[in-house]
């Protein structure tokens, strides 16, 4: 009995890493990584970032673009949620440099 609850287990198993690999295929095309996000992580040694802050700006709006949907920018709250994100952030990352 309990053998047969196993291999209905691991059956189970089966099915639901299928579906699980179909729900990342789909969420990752939504998710692709821009040319823009590629160069702000890696940047190209010639070409120095001359506001990094404007490119994190931008690189959050492009995320929120991408999570919810291209409508969100005609929100009139829309640069009050980037403005939140991007305190959060510098927030973060004041905080990690104090500790530091």
């Known amino acids: 009995m309990k053998n047969l609850k196993n291999i209905k287990f691991v059956n189970g198993l089966k099915s639901l890493g299928v579906k699980v690999k179909w729900f990342l295929f789909t969420e990752l095309q939504d998710f692709k990584l821009t040319s823009d996000y590629i160069n702000y992580i890696c940047p190209d040694a010639k070409k120095k970032p001359e506001n990094q802050i404007e490119e994190l700006r931008n690189l959050v709006k492009q995320s929120l673009v991408r999570e919810f949907s291209p409508k969100i920018q005609d929100m009139k ?6 403005d939140g994100v991007m305190h959060k952030i510098q927030k973060k990352s004041l905080e990690k440099e104090l500790k530091n």
């Open 77 to 82: 709250s829309f640069d009050l949620i980037v």
